[in-house]
Every structure is written in structure tokens, then in C-alpha cells.
């Protein structure tokens, strides 16, 4: 899983002709191995992430199973030996909740992911750009937020080591894709509404979750934002690190994302989830019926708003971004430009104090060699 360049391709529903539902396989392979994404709306919306040490790995679907509301066992990877590592990411609900008194906080009615209706992704489906679209709305919207507005997931996987152009400016390798949720003229339900994203993890036994935060100096690539967050799976067996989510603390509430289009982002922390996930969600389809017991299930909700959060209610629009993907997440490192004018603004005041050392020195030596001793 450490290749520097892969061989990725996308396909649509494959081994099904009918666009009534969206399952996208991202196949990346590498030197010596194959990365297999599987992006779906079948259920709540989810990613499924399997490792092989296989370049022929392959991806089986029974469709009929899978469509069926007993969906255990319908995807798997062939041959099944080469699995080295597998795990899900689902994005369950979205919440909206204002405010209304000091650490108080009234939760409008949840919006269910499982629960909406999603656009054929084939139309969105960039072979040369990587990117693929789930756009949705919900079967049913008494509160008619969504009567001009929609829900999405933008995907993009690389091939390469990378960083993104548009703000956050996400660092990237060849083992990982892009996430951005976006919001987009959904009208909120009352006047200071902040909205949540809740995200689960499926892992195997042995496999713990852990959320990481990170803090640096330097916001060269994502001005004023100076945290970036990880939720990682380890090993317990050797604490190696297997795959990641990883975001920076902020979204953007414009479609060209400046500086000041900054949206507060916040995670409430990470919690052994107690419920269940959609009887037809693709992650039945691979882990079977031992999710929740053989595999455990993570969940963490990641909050837009705060001092800030009156972005959405003016422009109507949020996005925010995620790298997920196997091995340790990317970390930023100075770049040579910030190198060299730290060593400019360290040095100069050094350089001064070894010059006027000097100049006191060669004085005081002067003065000594001009006295004259009395005989």
C-alpha cells in the first residue's frame, strides 16, 4: 500500500445495466497490490475500502441479493486470500440545530441519508477527472428545505502524490480519494440553523478507532486554519496505522472557497455507536450480518457553524472536504519558500547580535591598546 503512482479506473454499476441506483468501484493498482473502492447510495450513502496484495484482484456482485432486503454476503472480493485489510465509511444523517440559549441547543427533525433519493451518478462520471457525483434530496420534505436545494457527495480518487488547488488544499497520495459534502440552496428551518454531518466506521476485531488532532504554525495552504484532524484505524496487535478519514477544521461556504468563506468545523468526539446501520446498506452486502458484534461500529459527528456559521444562512452553500484512505494520512510539511523566510527572520536577528558582538569586542580592544601606562 505504499505505491507512488496507480493504474486507477471507475465503473459504473458494474455487471448491471438499470440506473435506478448508484454503486461506483474505483479500482487503483499498483506495483503490487490493488485498491478497491466501492462508493454507493444503496442505503445511507457509504464507501467501502479493501486492501489486496493482489494486482488481479476483482470485485463480485450478486445484484439481486444485494438489491434484496437480506443483502449479507452479495459483494466480495475475488480471490477472497488476497484481502489484506477492509473497512467502511457511512454517512448516516444530517442534523440542523440552532441555538437557543447558552449551551442549549433545539435539534430540528434529522434528515436520514437512507431516506433520500439519489440521482444516477453516470452523468456526473469524469473518466479522465476521476470525479463522480451523489446528488440528493429526501423522499419526503414536509418542511420544503430542499424545494430549490439539494445534498451531495463529490468523490475524486488520484493516481499520484499531489495537493489540491481549491482551498482546503488537501495533501494527497496515490493511496487515497476525496470526499466533499456539499450543501447547496437548502433553506434552513429557522434563522441561526447549524448543521451536523454524522459519520460511522465499520471495522474488523482488532482494529480500534482513534481521533487525532493536529496543530501547526504554518497555514501556507489553508490561511487562518491551523488544525487538521484524523480519525485512524490501528492495529492493536502493533499499533500500525491501516486507514484514515482526515479533514482540516473548516469548511467553506462558497463554490470558489477564499479565506473569508471560512466555516468553523468542529468534531463532537468519537463514540461506540449502539444502533444499527440500513438493512441494505453495502456494508451488509460485504461484512455480513456480524456488523455490530464480529465488526464494530464508530461514529462521530462533525459540526459547521459557530461564530461564523451565519455564511450559509447569506449564501445558502457549504462544502466541506475529507481525505480518506489506506495507511497513514498525508501530513504537511514547511515548504521552501516558509523554510527560507523562517531562516531570513531567524537569521537576521542573529546575524545582528554576532555583528554588534563583534563591533563591542574590536572596540573594547582598541581602547585597551591605546593606554598608556604612568612609569
Known sequence: MAAAAALVSMQYNPGWNNSSVNLLHVRAVGPSDTLHYVWSSIGAPTVLLVATE?????????????????????????????????????FTKVFEYSEVKMLEEFFYPTYDLSDFSWDSINRTLNHTALTAEFT??????????????????RVTAYEASGRDGPLPSLLHTANSSKVEFVLAGVAPRGNSSQFALEVAVVEETGVVQKLHSARSIDDEYTPTIFETLSLVAESQNDSSTLSFLQWKATAYGSQTPRREDSIQCR???????????PASSIVRAYFGEGVGSTYTISATNISFGGEDGKIYQEKRYLIWSALLGFGQPP?????????????????????????????????????????????
Do not use: H
Open 54 to 90: 493482489s494486482r488481479n484482484s476483482a470485485l463480485g456482485i450478486n445484484w439481486t441479493q444485494l438489491l434484496s432486503p437480506t443483502p449479507a454476503g452479495a459483494i466480495w472480493i475475488d480471490p477472497p486470500s488476497s484481502v489484506v485489510y477492509s473497512t467502511a465509511i457511512v
Open 136 to 153: 440528493g434530496i429526501p423522499a419526503a420534505d414536509p418542511s420544503g428545505s430542499f424545494s430549490n436545494g439539494s445534498l451531495a457527495f
Open 267 to 277: 468534531s463532537r468526539g468519537l463514540q461506540a455507536a449502539n444502533w444499527t446501520l
Open 331 to 375: 501530513k504537511d510539511t514547511f515548504s521552501p519558500l516558509v523554510i527560507s523566510i523562517m531562516a531570513v527572520a531567524l537569521g537576521t536577528p542573529m546575524v545582528m547580535l554576532l555583528v554588534g558582538s563583534c563591533m563591542v569586542l574590536f572596540a573594547q580592544r582598541k581602547r585597551y591598546s591605546e593606554y598608556e601606562p604612568i612609569n
